[in-house]
Nanobody
Framework: QLQLVESGGGLVQAGDSLRLSCAVS????????VGWFRQAPGKDREFAAR????????YYADSVKGRFTISRDNAKNTVYLQMNSLKPEDAAVYYC???????????????WGQGTQVTVSS
């Protein structure tokens, strides 16, 4: 059983940077891959980034590739999402989630955080 808690969201201007954190409780955290998803008002939840259990492999949606970086510190049970060059279209509630599958499909993620709001003004 894992519990995930996101933090670091806020209001920024276009072009700014923001770092989200996902703190995970649970002894088996280091055996899970973690993904970041986002959901804007009126839109479906979409995949943003994923990192495997060891941190050796990452994968990004085309919309964030080159601007966002996902990383993890298993000693601290924390996953990060560094977001640079933010755009108004990046505004959404950001969720972290954990899975033991090699997937970007949200339905395959077993544990979810409550989300953190990111607002980007133009």
């Amino acid at each position: 059983q894992l519990q995930l808690v996101e933090s670091g969201g806020g209001l920024v201007q276009a072009g700014d940077s923001l770092r989200l954190s996902c703190a995970v409780s649970g002894r088996t955290f280091s055996t899970y891959a973690v993904g970041w998803f986002r959901q804007a008002p009126g839109k479906d939840r979409e995949f943003a980034a994923r990192i495997n259990w060891s941190g050796s492999s990452t994968y990004y949606a085309d919309s964030v590739k080159g601007r966002f970086t996902i990383s993890r510190d298993n000693a601290k049970n924390t996953v990060y999402l560094q977001m640079n060059s933010l755009k108004p279209e990046d505004a959404a509630v950001y969720y972290c989630a954990a899975t033991r599958s090699d997937t970007t499909r949200s339905t395959n993620y077993n544990y979810w955080g409550q989300g953190t709001q990111v607002t980007v003004s133009s």
